[in-house]
């Protein structure tokens, strides 16, 4: 027991569960949080410049690291100004510890008008979270911090929020810090693993969908193994690209989209093993209608279990403990051929990649040729955002993080400076469209204070040039509302103290190699309105 504030516990409760980075705005009704990180060399506070950068760096940074961080917020707007980034992290089951202060506990839930007052805020938070409590004695705060991180850490990954009352971060009280746990995910059960080995091993043409479930749970090598043991190629979603390397022989990438560029595998599998993936939307428009009658999935959520269509197999689990499980039954020492012309399909796609998307794919390949493999890439909803999954190779876990199916504008750049945070000897490159960029631009300043290396690419054809063409596909050029008048991004990166320029298309690998070697935060704009079917983002009809 010791005699603290509730500041103090919060910052003692975070430590113990070895939280490092804190990203927030601090304001009245939250400084005794602020307060109990003050003097402390363990936790790391970063003050961004708007609290939906702040719920969106939590996320980047999870989603490139495992790592948990938090967010200090104040009630009423700061925590309506998070609450598209805790969207974006829900739909992409990723955790973050959102902490918002709160007025007295004797003014609440009286419309007394008081500031920053919103009324039901735990409803409101609640629906993005995965756990959401209002602590109202100091010495409950470290039994909350524990009960989020146990949401978070053995169910779906969802963001946690505890919510502060003013009086209760100031009061003080002697407060038990609670030693670390260590944290266990379902297993998943033996009896449905071995009928789901027995299926998987008895089908000639069985293949993978894995997602970004496989990333969160450690589980690449043992995906590859079941792979390796069924001769199976892998599908990812955008979620999961990474969690197979594109070097390796079974590994299709992702692609499906609208372009039904897997009709061929689809028209010949027996079955498929869905691993740690809801088939969402922006992977498979079809949300798997069309995938094999027989379906074994694994995953942490029973809810996703066969919510798309029925499945043959069904385990609730561990992504990582499922599968290292399946090899074991698999495993009778020998590995099996591929049915299925992977080295052949790639070539195919790749040639249909090439006349579909022309200028994009030439793009992205100078991205990757000067840029190392272990370099993060964060996409926000821009023309070469849209086709980075598809195109680029990708060689490791957590290096591909693609905005959600929530799909918020301005996510990228608040993202890559949480996994730079979270990641500081990987590259890291936002990429942005001149729409998107504007959403959240302000966190340039963040990028700038954190003295981080970074490098944003900001593609530029004046518009919102997605709806633009969507305009001119679907409403007959009836163009309205998609045009943008911008302000010079090369000054504007000059004002930020940061370095700027303007290139061409073609010089973007020679650029990108320069900011690498030089360091610091660089924003490259890049011309960019490309015509014709190159402007038709994979998802657009
Ligand atoms: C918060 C939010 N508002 C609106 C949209 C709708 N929207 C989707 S793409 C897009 C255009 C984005 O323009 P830009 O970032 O310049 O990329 P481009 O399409 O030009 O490549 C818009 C407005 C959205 N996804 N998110
Ligand atoms: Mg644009």
Redesign the pocket.
Same mark, same amino acid.
């Given at each position: 027991m010791q005699r603290m504030t509730g500041g103090q516990a919060v910052i003692s409760a975070l430590k113990a569960e070895g939280v490092e980075h804190v990203f927030g705005i601090s304001g009245t009704h939250n400084t005794p949080l602020f307060d109990g990180a003050y003097g402390e060399p363990d936790i790391h506070v970063v003050t961004v410049r708007h609290e939906q950068g702040a719920a969106m760096m939590a996320a980047g940074y999870a989603r490139a690291s495992g790592k948990i961080a938090a967010c200090f917020v104040v009630p009423g707007p700061g925590l309506t100004n998070a609450l598209?980034g805790m969207g974006m992290a829900y739909s992409e089951s990723t955790p973050l510890l959102m902490f918002a202060g709160q007025n007295n506990l004797a003014q609440l839930g009286r419309e007394g008008e008081h500031f920053h007052e919103l009324p039901n805020s735990l409803a409101v938070a609640g629906s993005l979270s995965g756990y959401a409590q209002r602590v109202s004695t100091p010495d409950a705060i470290p039994r909350a911090v524990r009960e989020a991180m146990r949401a978070m850490r053995c169910r779906r990954p969802r963001p946690a929020y505890i919510e502060i009352p003013l009086d209760v971060q100031s009061g003080e009280a002697e407060i038990e810090v609670l030693a670390p746990e260590k944290f266990s995910r379902p297993a998943g059960d033996p009896a449905g693993i071995a009928r789901a080995a027995a299926a998987l091993a008895s089908a000639k043409r069985p293949f993978i969908f894995a997602g970004g479930g496989v990333a969160s749970a450690e589980a690449s090598q043992p995906l590859a193994r079941v792979a390796e043991l069924l001769g199976a190629p892998v599908v990812t979603s955008v979620f999961g690209r990474g969690v197979i390397s594109d070097r390796h022989p079974l590994a299709l990438g992702d692609g499906w989209g609208r372009l039904n560029a897997y009709d061929e595998l689809l028209a010949q599998a027996d079955i498929v093993l869905v691993v740690g993936s809801r088939i969402d939307t922006v992977s498979d428009v079809n949300l798997g209608a069309r995938f094999p009658a027989r379906m074994v999935q694994v995953d942490l959520d029973p809810l996703v279990v066969g919510q798309r269509r029925p499945v043959e197999v069904g385990i609730v689990g561990d992504a990582a403990a499922v599968l290292e499980s399946m090899a074991e039954k698999l495993d009778d020492g020998k590995k099996r051929e591929c049915w299925f012309d992977v080295a052949g399909f790639r070539q195919r796609k790749r040639a249909l990649m090439a006349e579909r998307t022309g200028p994009v794919l030439q793009l992205i390949d100078e991205l990757r040729a000067a840029l190392p493999d272990d370099t993060i890439f964060v996409n926000?909803?821009?023309?070469v955002g849209y086709w980075m999954p598809l195109l680029l190779e990708t060689y490791q876990p957590r290096t591909l993080i693609h905005a959600g199916t929530y799909?918020?504008?301005?996510y990228a750049l608040p993202a890559a400076i949480g996994a730079k945070i979270a990641c500081p000897k990987q590259p890291v490159v936002a990429i942005?469209? /001149?729409?998107? %960029?504007m959403?959240t631009l302000q966190e340039l300043a963040t990028a700038v204070a954190q003295k981080l290396d970074l490098i944003v690419l900001l593609?530029n /054809?004046n518009? %919102?040039?997605?709806?633009r063409t969507y305009q001119d596909r679907m409403f007959r050029g009836r163009r309205i509302g998609s045009d943008?008048v911008n302000p010079d991004f090369v000054k504007l990166g000059e004002a930020f103290g940061i370095n700027a320029a303007r290139v061409e298309p073609m010089q973007l690998g020679a650029t990108v190699r320069r900011a690498l070697a030089d360091g610091g935060v660089w924003l490259i704009e890049i011309p960019f309105a490309p015509e014709g079917q190159a402007t038709m983002v994979p998802w657009m009809p």
């Open positions: 598209t926000d909803l821009t023309l799909g918020t504008l301005g942005s469209g /001149d729409g998107g %960029f959403f593609f /054809d518009a %919102f040039g997605a709806i943008l």
